[in-house]
Structure formats: structure tokens, C-alpha cells
């Protein structure tokens, strides 16, 4: 099993930076692809960036440019770092992560981000 904990959430106004950590524990030596969904009000949750532990990553095309994600393999730690962030942002952010095979898939409990003047 692996557990999840996001931390870096919070309300910043439109154009400001955020930066989320989640930090894994457990069973992470099996993780393969860490990396972030968020999910906001009414809408259905999406994928926000991955990377694998070789380093290749996804990004969904309305944050590439202004967000960056990033990893410590020997930390077992995951990071986004958002910047100029906008009110469509908005979102609970979810850590996720999986083996390579795909056959266990984790998540954290969330953390806020409001983008908000």
C-alpha cells in the first residue's frame, strides 16, 4: 500500500504562484508515474500533469507553459509548481500515483487551491 499526503494548497489572487508537494510513503519503492488530477466544483475530475520515474511527462494542454511538475525519486516526493495561475484554476488537486503495470493506482485526500481576487 502507499499513502499520499498533499500539502501547499491555498487562495492566491489571478497571476500569483503556488507550489504542491505530495510526499508518498508506504510501498513507494513500486511507484512508476506520480503526478496530479484536480477536480472543481461541478466538473468532472482531469488530469493536471504526470511524470514517470524516467523523467517523461503528460501535461493537459490548458496548464502547459504555467505549470511545471517535478519529482525526487529518492524522496518518494512529487511537485507542482503553478504560475500565473487563474481563476479557472480553481480546484481540489489531487496527488496520484500507480505502479508500472498499472495495476494499483493511489490518491491523496486533496488539497484547495482558489484562485481569487
Known amino acids: 500500500q502507499v499513502q499520499l499526503v498533499e500539502s501547499g494548497g491555498g487562495l492566491v489572487q489571478p497571476g500569483g504562484s503556488l507550489r504542491l508537494s505530495c510526499a508518498a510513503s508506504g510501498s513507494a519503492f513500486s511507484i512508476y508515474t506520480m503526478g496530479w488530477y484536480r477536480q472543481a466544483p461541478g466538473k468532472q475530475r482531469e488530469l493536471v500533469a504526470t511524470?514517470?520515474?524516467?523523467?517523461?511527462?503528460v501535461y493537459t494542454d490548458s496548464v502547459k507553459g504555467r505549470f511545471t511538475i517535478s519529482r525526487d525519486n529518492a524522496k518518494s516526493m512529487v511537485y507542482l509548481q503553478m504560475d500565473s495561475l487563474k481563476p479557472e484554476d480553481t480546484a481540489v488537486y489531487y496527488c496520484?500515483?500507480?505502479?508500472?503495470?498499472?495495476?494499483?493506482?493511489?490518491w491523496g485526500e486533496g488539497t484547495l487551491v482558489t484562485v481569487s481576487s
Open positions: 496520484y500515483a500507480d505502479n508500472y503495470f498499472k495495476t494499483q493506482n493511489y
Open positions: 511524470m514517470t520515474s524516467g523523467g517523461g511527462t
